[in-house]
Structure formats: C-alpha cells, structure tokens
C-alpha cells in the first residue's frame, strides 16, 4: 500500500491495537475516542468521510498542513497540537501509520511513571 487506501475498518484496528487502547464514544455515536490510560490519542468518524484526528508534534503538525492537503488543523480540537487526516487523501500509508504511533506515543509520554511502565511492558509483548 502507497498510497492511504487504509479503509475505516483498518485505521479502527490500527487504533485498537495500540497499548493499553481503549475505545469509547463518550460523544454519542458518530466518532470512536481512542484513549489510553483515559488521555484521547485519535479521533475516527463513524459514518462518512473517514477522518483521523491525531496529537501531533506542533512544529511537524504545521510541516504536515503545509506538505498535505489532506491534512488540515484538528477539527474541533486544539489546533496547535491536533491534527485531522481526511482518508483516502493521497497519503502515505506509511505516513498514517506512524502518525498514529506518534499520537500514541506524545500521550503516553505524559501519562503517570507506572501507567508509562505498563504501556511499555504492553508494547514489548505485543
């Protein structure tokens, strides 16, 4: 895969498979929370457009906007650290991939010393 032709029901499984992933809906049906260790790492839309917002980095969140068009500041989100990514779009499927380890990992870097321990021993078993 080259380009992101990543459907709905792969980026959910990518989402879920994270360490320690939990998904909820805290907002009704229409988007899947992504959280761990209850901090948000990724937002996915249920029904029409796929759309992934994402923490990002904010210097690579503004390099991205800049070099995607698919990539736009995180809807309804800080839009200094979030971005969404409108799927397919014409990005690297690689791209989306480490993405969304990079949310993961920018949310689990905040997390408490031992919920960190945890999410390190989840991922070195998986």
């Known amino acids: 895969m080259s380009e992101s032709d990543k459907t709905r029901g792969e980026v959910r499984q990518q989402l879920s498979a994270q360490p320690a992933s939990t998904e909820e809906e805290p907002f009704g049906p229409g988007v899947w929370v992504y959280k761990v260790c209850g901090k948000v790492f990724a937002l996915l839309t249920q029904d029409g457009p ?5 923490k990002c980095d904010p210097v ?3 390099e ?3 070099a995607f068009a698919a990539i736009t500041p995180g809807y309804h989100l800080n839009k200094e650290h979030w971005n969404t990514l409108e799927l397919p779009g014409g990005l690297p499927a690689a791209l989306v991939d480490e993405l969304i380890l990079h949310s993961h990992e920018l949310v689990t870097a ?3 010393k031992s919920e960190r321990q945890a999410v390190a021993l989840q991922r ?3």
């Open 110 to 112: 905040r997390l408490k």
């Open 64 to 66: 991205l906007r800049g």
């Open 50 to 54: 796929v759309r992934l917002s994402l």
């Open 60 to 62: 690579r969140a503004l």
């Open 124 to 126: 070195t078993l998986t």
